[in-house]
């Protein structure tokens, strides 16, 4: 079995909603370049450069910039309408970089003005605990909340700064993006993975690294029960689908990996690297027995990228997976990519912090 491709087979049909914004740039090689460095920074695989179209593809669909007018085009294609919303929203402010008028131009489109995100949900902070030395384990109760325990492993939190004020949350304006709150009623937000979703108390479970600086886990520790808080999502991609797993996590992706390997099929085999403080850190997991799980610990000096570099064995059939910190994750992208020159189809590499 083979990873799922990132991309539909044709990326250039079959998408139910769409979106254009044209813009006030010529078409000129300089701004195609800007365009193909955008396609590689956030890692969109190139599957159109043509003279006229230069297009990118993910999971979630298509978004191309046309040329064969005399301003450029961009378009963003996609199944998804809350997807779209935020597709738009981040390349006008992207853009806005390039020219500043941009930021105001109008995407073509219907807009329900100052409506809620399509994928905004609240829920109620139900229960915080002291899962480990390190980590809190939050609770939260909505009704609805069981899309986010399908097809992404991670949801975006959002919480008032302000905890007394009444939540004011993000809305569509008459250009097609998205306004966010600010000053006394802007929010945090922040990206996390979901533990578990109970289906029969509609009660979402995530757990939060305690670290020195860390705003949400100051706030888990702040007794918020009963507060009212956001989530969008779910994204991040989904369980990996191969015969073979490898898997490294530091103390922020390790509720990512638990919840891969506790879904892991009996057929698939694989190991997981996991990298806690020390033994108080290490969580009790239950997961398929092809899966081996290696407890690294940062008090005795061990390193997940060192872990990599060891793990040599590879196959046409083996995933990569692997989440940590900024500098860390740009070593496991040499190693895998470069240096041993692994399909960028069977590699996952994020940075979790910087």
Known sequence: MQPRSPYKEDNRVGFTHSSELTLPLEATAELQQFWRAQLAEHELDTVEDSADTIAGGASWGRIEMRLDQPTACIRVSTDDESVLLLARSDISAHLAGLDER????????????GARLPELATAAVSRV???????????????????FAQ???????????DASRTPVWPAVNA???VDWPSGEDSLYQ??????????????????????DGGITSEWAASEPVGQ??????????????????????????????????????EHVD???????EDALDEQTVV?????????????????????????????????????????????????????????????????YWS
């Open 129 to 147: 605990t002291r899962l480990a030395p390190h980590y809190y384990r939050v609770e939260l109760v909505g009704d609805a909340l069981a899309r």
């Open 151 to 161: 097809t992404g492993l991670h949801f975006r939190l959002l919480r008032q700064s």
């Open 190 to 211: 922040k990206v996390y993975t979901v533990r578990t979703f109970d289906t029969a108390s509609n009660t979402l479970v995530f757990d939060v690294f305690i670290h």
């Open 228 to 265: 009212t808080v956001g989530l969008l999502g779910p994204g991040g991609g989904w369980f990996p689908d191969a015969e073979t797993l490898m898997l490294f996590g530091d103390e922020t992706a390790l509720p990512a990996v638990l919840r891969i390997i506790e879904n892991t099929p």
């Open 287 to 351: 997961h398929s027995s092809g899966v081996t799980v290696h407890w690294l610990h940062r008090a005795r000096g061990d390193s997940l990228v060192v872990a990599l570099e060891r793990a040599t064995t590879d196959t046409p059939t083996t995933y990569w997976w692997f989440a940590s910190s900024q500098g860390d994750t740009k070593a496991a992208q040499r190693v895998l990519r470069k240096d041993r020159a692994i399909d960028k189809h069977r590699v996952y590499a994020a940075a």
């Open 175 to 177: 250009r097609g993006n």
């Open 102 to 113: 941009i930021g105001q131009l109008a995407w073509t489109g219907e807009h329900k003005v």
């Open 270 to 276: 694989g190991q997981a690297y996991l990298l806690v």
